[in-house]
């Protein structure tokens, strides 16, 4: 895990110097030591630069930028089959100098070009600049567990880890997209491939593109997608043998995650998904495996004692941490520099404080996102599920009333649900619902926080809206089920734009590598076949998940409600950081920005702080949003 940068400058203006900023602006991606290489060709000058966390072959042969022949690469992530790739490369005539895995890559582009792409088992994202024939070639992992920024002119081409990084270059100009501003505040990120700035974007997960030097021309191809996987046939399979195959696929991929030279630990909540990672990894050693986690009990976060019992019932090396509510709050004003594109998941806190904790015993954690995308875990598959078909048959004219009223009545009026987890967010949405029950509505319904009313309302400079994954038409109707469906979009939205970039951010804020141990490929292309049945069961969600963690651990100590990384929101922004709102979303600083409403944002914190509760989210992201300015406008 590591921080790479670079350009392709074709006015030859950017120094060595710039090239170095570019990479110590992400020091905290890789503390151990930093490289860059400068090349210049007839067409362009270019500059590949890279910060190191040293994982495999930690001496300094594995140092980057690495050459080979006419090759040269900064490489980011980690490449789990290396060693099967290098035998393979070996039997092929190939001879290595190092034990690297970025050496593999090198000589696995030589070998097979971009099909080398189909051999690699891992998360990266890394950039190639091949002599020869004067292409610039960058990719990124299936999943987009690594991330990488591309900002492209006429005559620049840069690309980062960070966007932070494009700000140490005097060619880049921060002009915010204001479709990104308004996408931000629907769903609370930047839904790739956009982002916050005009003329920069993400490379897209499961991508690669080719910048010609000499025509400037780009070709940008995508090498694997999720829905390949859902578009065929659902497996004949009993219910036992699926279980057997899902296990031996989990297994494998759990373990290529503990590939390294260095300490590796777990992340460990007590449920599910890394109950489910820490026990097969567990059983299959007879070294204690290192879990942490972590506890907030005055916020009401504290799934501590139940990670305990599992960690006591699996004997592993475990690791609490309690901190405070303070410790929690202190790290909002930090938020902005981490997240460097506005970003409003407020569960951040939580993972890095738990990343720096980790970060004392071990250099890579493994986290165990994933599983609700792949094995059917979240509430909103409950949801649909169960009250779908319901909704459908109430009258369209009462659906309408019911959701009216329900605008007119707070969410911390309705008696019992309003304790609830979740429950003021899910109220809010819930309105949406109901005036349309359909799929994707439905899934629109659950993953925004303004609908498209509202940010017309809210948004006072002009924007257009983006088209998103959450519009997909890719699969077929001869394999579409509601269940499927909204599984790829979530992997293909939510856990791509949220998940894995507030991971990434988190753990790399405490030099800590993150391992995602579920997102090895062949679990989802096995996944995405198994039938809708084995994955939500008579109400069960993750249900051939949990039957397998059952094997290791008893069902009565796993079942509990899911609590999630859910901070207390709602009541921050009412209390301790009613300050931050008045200073944030001042109408005075809100006129000269010129992007919000002012009477609609002024009227939105109004009817929050008088009761709404269920505005927790619009008020959230705009107060992420306008920090985000502050620190980088």
């Known amino acids: 895990m590591c921080g790479i ?85 070996i039997d092929l005539g190939h001879h290595f100098k190092t034990h690297s895995d970025t050496e593999v890559i090198l000589h696995a582009f030589e070998e097979w070009g971009v099909s080398c792409l189909q051999q690699f088992v891992g998360m990266f994202a890394f950039v190639l600049y091949n002599e020869n024939d004067k292409n610039v070639f960058c990719a990124r992992d299936r999943a987009g567990v690594k991330p990488l920024f591309i900002y492209q002119t006429e005559d620049l081409f840069l690309f980062s880890s960070e966007l932070k990084a494009f700000h140490t270059h005097q060619g880049f ?37 080719v910048f010609n030097l000499a025509t400037k021309k780009t070709e940008h191809k995508k090498y694997w997608n999720v829905y390949d996987a859902y578009n065929k046939p659902k497996l004949s ?29 777990v992340f460990l909540s007590g449920g599910y998904d890394s109950a489910c990672v820490t026990s097969i990894l567990q059983s299959n050693t007879s070294k204690k495996i290192k879990t942490f986690t972590i506890g907030v009990p005055d916020a009401g976060l504290n799934e501590a004692p139940y990670a305990k019992d599992v960690a006591n019932h699996l004997g592993t090396d475990h690791t609490e941490l309690y901190c405070s509510e303070k410790e929690m709050l202190a790290l909002i004003n930090t938020l902005p520099l981490h997240y460097d594109e506005p970003f409003g998941d407020s ?79 899910r109220y809010e949405k819930l309105k949406g619902i109901m005036k349309d029950p359909s799929a994707q509505r439905i899934m629109l319904s659950l993953s925004e926080q303004y609908t498209s009313d509202q940010l017309n309302d809210l948004m006072e400079a002009k ?4 088209e998103t994954g959450y519009l997909s038409r890719e699969m077929q109707k001869e394999f579409y089920t509601p269940l499927s469906y909204m599984m790829a979009i979530d992997y293909q939205t939510y856990l791509l734009d949220d998940i894995l970039q507030k991971v990434d951010r988190a753990t790399m804020s405490a030099s800590l590598e993150g391992r995602e141990p579920f997102l090895d490929q062949h679990i989802i292309e096995w996944a995405a076949q198994l039938p809708d049945d084995y994955k ?33 929101i709602k009541n921050w922004l009412a209390n301790e950081l009613k300050d931050h709102l008045e200073e944030y979303l001042d109408e005075k600083l809100l006129k000269e920005q010129g992007i919000f409403n002012v009477g609609f944002v002024t009227k939105l914190k109004h009817d929050f702080l008088a009761g709404k509760k269920e505005y927790e989210l619009k008020i959230w992201y705009l107060l992420m949003f306008q920090m985000w300015y502050k620190k980088w406008m």
């Open 5 to 89: 940068a670079g350009f392709i400058d074709f006015s030859y203006n950017t120094s060595v110097e710039t090239l170095e900023q570019m990479i110590n602006s992400m020091q905290h991606r890789g503390p151990d030591g930093y490289g860059t290489q400068i090349f210049n060709s007839p067409s362009a000058k270019i500059g590949l630069g890279h910060r190191r966390l040293s994982i495999i072959d930690v001496t300094d042969a594995g140092k980057q930028p690495m050459s080979y022949k006419h090759l040269h690469i900064t490489f980011n992530g980690e490449m789990y089959n290396y060693m099967e790739v290098k035998n393979t490369l």
């Open 173 to 209: 100009k921060k002009e915010i997209n204001m479709d990104a501003v308004a996408a931000f505040m629907q769903y609370g990120n930047v839904p790739h491939p956009y982002c916050i700035f005009k003329n920069c974007r993400k490379l897209e997960a499961g991508n690669f593109l």
């Open 237 to 265: 399979i009993d219910f036992a043998e699926a279980k057997a195959q899902t296990k031996a696929i989990l297994t494998k991929a759990f373990e290529y995650r503990m590939v390294a030279d260095v300490p590796v630990g």
């Open 347 to 425: 569960s951040a806190i939580p993972t890095m404080l738990v990343s720096k904790m980790a970060r004392e015993k071990v250099t890579v954690a493994l986290s165990a996102d994933a599983g609700d995308e792949i094995f059917a875990g979240y509430n909103r598959y409950d949801f649909l599920m169960k009250y779908r078909q319901r909704i459908q048959k109430i009258p369209g004219f009462a659906r309408r009333s019911i959701s009216g009223l329900m605008n007119t009545v707070p969410s911390s009026k309705i008696p019992v649900l309003k304790n609830k987890y979740n429950f003021h967010n």
């Open 463 to 466: 924007y257009s809206p983006i």
């Open 536 to 568: 939500y069961h008579n109400g069960i969600k993750k249900y051939i998940l949990k039957e397998i963690v059952h094997d290791y651990i008893p069902k009565e100590l796993m079942e509990r409600p899911k609590m999630g990384f859910a901070i207390p």
